[in-house]
């Protein structure tokens, strides 16, 4: 029972709590739909206001839009990575594109040129890193066209509450106009900056304040300023003329003429200044204006010190020369540009015979000057009307009809203006010098003939320097022969190897000169290529010693064993070469190399080379060895010496014997050079030539050695004592002709140049003795000089040998014992010159060389004829410095031909030419000269024939 009632009180529980909880339940209901009916209120209240303000949204972003789509700047916008998002019409026009979409989505930085990249994004990195939310730049882009666009832009920047950058927005303006006009601007100003910097005045320039606007170095200069031009750029100069009025002689007067031009503002040119130092400064003062406004001042100073001496020098020398014109015997005319006399100087009036007041007023040319001269005059005085100075020779009259040549030096004076008001004639008499004229140019001619400048020059140069090198040499020689220990041997080898460089150095010199002056001759000898290359090489190899070069000789079988050419030219060719491949070759091979490329009749064509290891010659460098005195370059000589002489000197021999020279060469791979010759072959074989022995000399009694130099002397001598042949020494021919009178020689050693009396006097004296067992004893003739002239000099005058300084022991003897020498008759054995031509000229040149007659012979007549018409060609072009070079020229073939008188006359209208020019005399000789040459040509080519016949026996 107490169950079911605790069953029934726990169920009324229930129900209470169930009514009160669907109380509060109802209650909340209620509260809750009074809720959601405010919520449905609020909803379409907030609709509402939403509605409105998309609204309002819509239209401020329609109008954002229409402002950027007419806006007349740049309008663009990007994302925080640069990215652009939004750009106007006129971005999209400016840069070319044809719509929006070419540009959206591209970065900024993808239109910005290579030149700015990094520095434009550097520049927005660092607004983004400082959280800047504005910016103003100018920055260039690139359009379509690739033309740049200068863009003056503000920039704002948007970022999120975290900092992060959301959004970029900027407005541009093209300022391209703007900036190419302040680059054309800073151009201009570097261009006047750097002008004024090079002038040769000291330009400052100040504003209105004093301020220094602009400076340069030579201002700096002139007031010994130390700072640099740059670093004076905005100092104050209110007190620089109290700072450098110490400099100038009157300080004070520097100083207030400043302060005078600053207060009154005017343009002041070409003030002249005197510094303590004696320079002299030319100053311009120029004030600077804009409208009425004073901007600033600009100050010139010119140094014009020398100008200055430059004049009183001027001053000085014409005050002197005034004074030597009125005592020398110049006579000086003043005429107006009518030609009428203004004034007549004393020395004139003395001159013409006339006074003063008789010549005044007169008009010169119909008063003084002949009538067939008036031409040449009237022609001279036009020139000088048109500001030409002449000068040039005329007749004129004197008072009493006589004729008076006078030299004019005439020139036209000005006016303070510069026009020309008339003209000064310097006038000096010349007729004694025209009277005597013809004897003057005869004498001259033979003066010229006699000695020419460069053969007196090689002369004196082979004759000072040959002879101190003979003695040595000879006097090595001698010591050679003496008991020497190994050291002695090594010191005199060295001396030995000296005296050759010095030798070769001087030979070279004097060989060139000869070769350049025409001097030197060709002979056509015998020669075995084998042996000259052989020997050549042999020579080399002593001197290089056990070095790390070996010499080798390739010479092709099909070579003949004889060729005809001059052994000495070819002998020097192979030496140079070689020198110079020896001289820049520290290890591997030198080659001296022949072979026959092509046989022509009784002649080949051979190509000898000489070929190295050395270092090569670069390409750049290769044209410049053949010039004299030239080296590749100046570390080469510097490292490797020598004078540049060699390969010149084998270009001229080379040359000189028809052939022509090549080089290859690669540098660091050796050097080839190439030489092409056509010689004639050799019908018989060489004999070797026969060795002179010191052990065997001459049998001789008596010698008479006649040398003034004290070292040849002793030379000459103790080669005597050594071949037990007693010798007098005369130091002059004064002496020799005393030992002459008292002593009978077998052979008289005759030195050419000699104080007192010289070796051609001596010999024309002895050979005109009476009486004396001495007038025909052979004459050696000893001389430093290997001109040609002076070896036919000395036969000229009688001796019978011409030994050239210096010379060896060997080549002595040789002359003692050569029988040839004795021939005092210089002619051909078989062959006789025709009469027509000058036969002592003739065998003078060839001795017994038929042959060496017939090659020059067969050169003349080959070009002769074009020489001759390339002359009157000259002649009647009127081609007056060529024609007498031509002349020049050709005179000397004539006389290698026998033609020695039209020789004589080529020179005379050369000599005519050079004094006064294509003179009337000189036309008259010529036409004589081409008036008379075919009948001339004829014989020559006659006596070729005959020679040629000859030959052919």
Not at 231 to 258: M, Q, V
Not at 640 to 669: A, C, D, F, P, R
């Amino acid at each position: 029972m107490d169950e079911l009632e605790d069953l029934k009180k726990q169920l009324q529980r229930e129900v209470a709590l169930r009514k009160q909880a669907e109380t509060v339940l109802i209650s909340r209901t209620k509260e809750l739909e009074s809720a959601n009916q405010e919520l449905i209120l609020l909803k379409e209240s907030l609709e509402l206001k939403v509605d409105e303000r998309t609204r309002l949204a819509e239209e401020s972003e329609l109008r954002y839009r229409q402002i950027i789509e007419s806006a007349t700047d740049f309008i663009y916008e990007t994302t925080g990575s640069g990215v652009i998002t939004l750009v106007n019409p006129v971005a999209v026009k400016s840069l070319g594109f044809k719509n929006k979409s070419e540009i959206i989505g591209r970065k900024f930085v993808d239109f910005v040129p290579d030149k700015y990249k990094k520095q434009i994004l550097f520049f927005y990195q660092q607004q983004r890193i400082e959280k800047e939310k504005r910016s103003f730049s100018v920055v260039p882009v690139i359009g379509v066209n690739g033309q740049w666009i200068w863009i003056e832009q503000n920039v704002q920047y948007f970022y999120n509450p975290s900092g992060k950058l959301l959004k970029v927005s900027a407005v541009g303006r093209d300022v391209s106009k703007r900036i190419d006009s302040e680059q054309e601007l800073m151009k201009a100003s570097l261009r006047l900056t750097s002008l004024i910097g090079s002038l040769n005045a000291g330009i400052l320039v100040e504003d209105e304040h004093r301020k220094i606007v602009l400076v340069n170095e030579k201002l700096c200069s002139i007031f010994n300023i130390s700072a640099q031009p740059d670093d004076l750029i905005g100092a104050d100069c209110s007190n620089s003329a109290e700072e450098t009025k110490h400099l100038f002689a009157n300080p004070a007067a520097f100083a207030k003429r400043i302060e005078q031009l600053l207060n009154k503002q005017q343009l002041v040119s070409r003030e002249e200044l005197l510094m303590n130092d004696g320079t002299v400064l030319l100053r311009d003062y120029i004030p600077i204006f804009e409208d009425e406004t004073y901007l600033g001042h600009l100050w010139h100073y010119l140094d014009i010190t020398e100008d200055k001496n430059q004049e009183k020098r001027l001053k000085l020398s014409e005050e002197k020369y005034r004074g030597l014109i009125e005592n020398m015997e110049l006579g000086l005319l003043e005429v107006d540009r009518d030609g009428r006399i203004i004034k007549a100087y004393q020395r004139f009036c003395e001159m013409t015979g006339y006074t003063t007041a008789e010549l005044v007023g007169k008009k010169a040319n119909e008063l003084l000057v002949p009538p067939e001269s008036l031409a040449i005059i009237e022609k001279q005085d036009a020139e000088r009307l048109e500001g030409k100075a002449n000068i040039y020779e005329i007749e004129i009259l004197n008072k009493s009809g006589e004729r008076r040549w006078v030299l004019i030096s005439g020139a036209p004076f000005y006016d303070e203006k510069g026009v020309i008001q008339g003209s000064l004639g310097i006038h000096y008499d010349i007729t004694d010098r025209k009277r005597l004229e013809e004897e003057l140019r005869i004498a001259r001619n033979k003066a010229e003939k006699a000695m020419l400048a460069e053969k007196q020059f090689l002369a004196n140069m082979s004759h000072e320097i040959r002879n101190p090198i003979n003695a040595i040499v000879g006097m090595s020689n001698l010591l050679g022969d003496t008991a020497l220990d190994q050291r002695q041997s090594d010191y005199l080898k060295t001396i030995k190897f000296s005296t050759e460089i010095l030798l070769g150095l001087i030979s070279g010199i004097l060989d060139l000169s000869k070769i350049e002056a025409g001097l030197y001759e060709l002979a056509e000898e015998p020669v075995n290529i084998r042996n000259v290359a052989e020997s050549v090489m042999k020579t080399f190899e002593v001197k290089a010693g056990k070095g790390n070069i070996n010499f080798f000789t390739d010479i092709s079988p099909d070579v003949p064993e004889t060729l005809l050419a001059d052994p000495t030219a070819l002998n020097q060719i192979f030496i140079n070469l070689v020198g110079n491949a020896a001289k820049f070759t520290e290890k591997g091979f030198i080659v001296i190399a022949a072979k026959v490329l092509e046989k022509i009749g009784d002649s080949v064509k051979m190509e000898f080379s000489v070929w190295d290891t050395g270092i090569g010659i670069s390409a750049d460098k290769q044209k410049m060895v053949f010039e004299t005195f030239k080296q590749a370059d100046k570390e080469t000589k510097l490292k490797y010496g020598g004078t540049g002489l060699g390969l010149s000197i084998v270009k001229h021999l080379v040359e000189m014997m028809g052939g022509t020279i090549q080089l290859e060469s690669e540098e660091g791979q050796g050097t080839t050079f190439r030489v092409i010759l056509e010689l004639r072959v050799g019908e018989a074989e060489l004999a070797e030539e026969p060795s002179h022995d010191s052990s065997s000399p001459p049998d001789l009694s008596r010698v008479l050695i006649v040398e003034d130099n004290e070292m040849n002397q002793q030379y000459l001598s103790g080669l005597f004592f050594k071949w037990e042949i007693t010798c007098d020494i005369a130091n002059n021919g004064v002496e020799a002709l005393e030992f002459v009178e008292n002593y009978v020689y077998n052979y008289i050693l005759m030195d050419i140049r000699m104080p007192k009396m010289d070796g051609y006097e001596t010999t024309i004296r002895i050979r005109s003795m009476e009486n004396n067992p001495n007038c025909t004893v052979p004459i050696i003739a000893l001389t430093a000089s290997a001109l040609v002239d002076e070896r036919n000099r000395a036969l000229e005058v009688g001796m019978n040998y011409h030994l050239t300084k210096p010379f060896t022991p060997e080549q002595l003897l040789k002359a003692l014992k050569d029988q040839k020498m004795q021939e005092k008759e210089k002619k051909m054995p078989d062959f006789e010159f025709s009469a027509s031509l000058d036969r002592e000229h003739l065998y003078m040149m060839y001795e017994d060389d038929v042959e060496r007659a017939s090659i020059i012979f067969q050169i003349f007549v080959d070009g002769i004829a074009s020489e001759i018409e390339l002359l009157k060609q000259l002649e009647k072009e009127g081609n007056e410095a060529e024609f007498i070079r031509k002349v020049h020229k050709i005179s000397p073939n004539f006389a290698m031909v026998g033609l020695t008188k039209v020789s004589e006359l080529l020179v005379e209208i050369e000599t005519e030419g050079k004094a006064s020019g294509m003179t009337n005399t000189l036309q008259q000789k010529f036409s004589q000269f081409i008036g008379d040459i075919d009948p001339k040509l004829q014989i020559v080519q006659n006596e070729l024939a005959r020679i040629k016949s000859y030959l052919l026996q």
